[in-house]
C-alpha cells in the first residue's frame, strides 16, 4: 500500500518534472534572445519618437543624443563585465566628479596644462577603482557596501576640494575633446566605439568573459579550474574608475566647465542600460552587445521625452520605471532558472522513500 502510493508519487513527480524543463526551456530562451529583443524595442521606441516629434530624426538631435550616450557607455563597458562577474560599482558618478574636480582645480588653480591635468584625474579614477577592487576581491567586502561608501566619499572630496564653486574656461582643444567630430562623429562617441570594440573583443574572442561569466555563476568551481576569480574583477574595478574619470572629462569638455552637477545620476543609468541588455545582477549571464542596445535605449528614452517637453523629474521617473522593470525581470529569470532543481529534488525524495518501504 505504501510502496503503491509512493510510485504514484514518484509517477506525477516524473510527469512534472518535463512540464518544469519546458518551463525552463521558454525561460532560458527568453533571456539568452532578451539582447534582440531590446533590439526591436529600440526601433520600435525610436519610430514612436519620430512620429511624435519632426526633430527626433534631424541631424542635430542624433548627435545630441550620441553626446549623450557617449559617457553613459564608456562606464557601462567594464561595469557591465564586473556585473558578469558577480560585483558592482555604485561610485561610477561619485568618481566622475571627483576627476573632472581634481581636473579643473589642476588647470584653473594651479595653471597646469589640460593634457598632463587629464592625466592625472584619470589616475585618480584608476587608484579609486583599484581600492574598491582591493576591498571587494582581496578582502571580501560587500561590492555595495564599498561602492556606496565610495559614492559618498568620492562626491564628498570633490565638493570639499572645489569648495562647489564651477571652474571653467579651459580652451578650444578640450571643446573639440567634447564637441568635435572625426569623420563626421562627435569625439565621445568615437571614443565610445573604441572602448566598445575592446570590450567586444576581451568578451567574445578571449577567455575573459568565459572567465568573468564563470566566476559570477560559481566562484568556487571557477576558483577550482584555475580562473583568476580575484584577478580580473580586481582589473575591472580599476577599468570602471578609469572610465568614469574619462566619461567626467568627456562631460568636461562638452560644458567647459567643471561644475558639481557632473556624474548626477549616472550609475543609474549605466545600472539600467546593464541590466536592460540582459546582464544578470547576480553574475553568471549576459550580452554586451545587449548592453550596447540598452545604453542606446536609456539614452534615446531620455532625449525623446525632453522633445515631448517632458519635465527632467518625469524623466528620472522613467528611467526609474524601466530600471524597476528590468530588476523583476531578472528575479523572475533567476528563480525559474533554479525550478529544474527543486523538480529533481522533489523526484529523489519519493524514490528514497519508496526504496525503505
Known sequence: MIGAT?????ASGHAALPNRERLRKVVTTAA???SGGLAIALLLLCLFF?????????VSNLTVVLLQVAPVGLIAIPAAMLLLAGYIDLSVGAVAWLCSAVFGILVVDHGLGPLPAAVTALLVGGVWGLLNGVLTTRLNASPIVVTLAGFAAARGIGDALTGKVTRFGFGPGLGWFGNGHILGLPVPACLFLVVLVVGLYLWYSTPVGRH??????DRESARAVGVAVRGLPF?????TGVM???AGLVIVAQLDASTVSIGTGIEVQVLTAILLGGVSFQGGRGSLWGVLFGVLFVGI???GLVLLNVGPFYV?????GVLFVVALMDVAYQRLEKVPVAAATAEAAPSRNGAVA
Not at 568573468?212 to 555563476?217: E, F, I, K, R
Not at 582589473?235 to 577599468?239: G, S, V
Open 6 to 10: 509512493h510510485a504514484r508519487r514518484a
Open 32 to 34: 539568452s534572445y532578451q
Open 50 to 58: 519620430a512620429l511624435a516629434s519632426r526633430q527626433f530624426l534631424s
Open 212 to 217: 568573468l561569466a564563470a566566476t559570477g555563476a
Open 235 to 239: 582589473w575591472a574595478y580599476t577599468a
Open 244 to 246: 568614469a574619470g574619462l
Open 301 to 303: 528614452l531620455t532625449n
Open 316 to 320: 528620472d521617473v522613467a528611467v526609474g
